[in-house]
């Protein structure tokens, strides 16, 4: 049972409790009044002399009896204007318990909406860790390509210090064909090899560099893929020479001289007569080893 309900049981309660005095004062004052009456009655019997006196009591006791009577009938309105304002207060807390209740509704349609959004934001969580652990899958390959390409460059770095040594053999043999040529411009023959570049000639930057010819034009300016950025300046010099794919198809072709810079970029030209035409993709280095 709810307090309301207790509450309702208590009033009736008392409600019944004041009725019932009241039947019992009622029911008390009419045997007084009967009582005496009959008393009265008998008084007269016994002594005519005291019948005035005794109507007059008579009268008395029944006004008190309707005194009484109309108390009793005020305070029973009262008691029903009292049961008229508890039934409406019932009838508030029923509307206000039934608010409750719907708010209670709504609260909990809320909690389930809520419930729902945090399950669907935990599939999207599992799904960003399933891509996350996708993703550093690809990573862990890309590394591995990474090493691999590494490995590579290494690999292909030894081939140039090869390559290099071999240059170095060719410079050896450049010096012979140059004393061979020498000898024939004694002897007023006809020769095809540059004249080797003096050592005033040389300019090389202080850092060890190397790039490759971009651009090269008929009037023998090249365009380099090094520039200021690699450490050089107007008036250095680089080796030119040419990389086969065997030694002898390797040649050294001389010496250029930088002429205009920029941060990536750089014009040079040929100090003296080069051993072959330059063309896109030679190299240039600040010193070749042997030099």
């Known amino acids: 049972m709810t307090v309301v309900g207790k509450i309702l049981v208590f009033v009736n309660l008392m409600f019944s409790l004041v009725v019932g005095g009241l039947i019992v004062v009622d029911y008390t004052a009419r045997t007084h009044w009967a009582k005496s009456a009959t008393d009265l009655e ?39 204007a009292a049961n008229v304002a508890l039934t409406k207060d019932l009838a508030s807390v029923r509307g206000e318990l039934r608010a409750d209740r719907d708010k209670l509704e709504k609260a909990m349609a809320t909690v389930t909406a809520a419930n729902t959004e945090v399950a669907r934001r935990q599939e999207e969580v599992a799904t960003m860790l399933k891509s996350l652990e996708n993703e550093k899958k690809r990573n862990d390959i890309l590394s591995g390509e990474i090493k691999d390409a590494r490995a590579a460059k290494i690999d292909l ?75 050089l300046v107007p008036g250095h010099t680089l080796e030119a020479f040419r990389l086969g794919n065997t030694p002898a198809q390797s040649r050294y072709l001389g010496v250029l001289r930088i002429m205009q810079v920029t941060p990536t ?27």
């Open 265 to 291: 970029e750089a014009v040079a030209q040929p100090v003296n007569r080069v051993n072959s035409p330059l063309q896109p993709g030679d190299r240039v280095a600040s010193r070749i080893l042997g030099n």
């Open 42 to 80: 008998s008084a007269n019997k016994v002594s005519s002399a005291s019948e005035g006196s005794l109507r007059q009591e008579v009268q008395r006791v029944v006004q008190e009896a309707d005194s009484q009577k109309r108390t009793d009938e005020a305070t029973l309105k009262s008691l029903q």
């Open 157 to 231: 770095e030894q081939k140039v210090r090869v390559q290099t040594s071999e240059m170095v053999t060719m410079q050896t043999q450049l010096r012979s064909l140059e004393k061979e040529n020498l000898r024939l411009k004694s002897s007023g023959g006809v020769t095809t090899v540059a004249t080797r570049p003096q050592a005033s000639d040389r300019n090389p930057p202080p850092e060890n560099i190397e790039g490759l010819i971009k651009q090269a034009d008929p009037s023998g300016l090249v365009r380099l893929s090094i520039g200021s950025d690699a450490g």
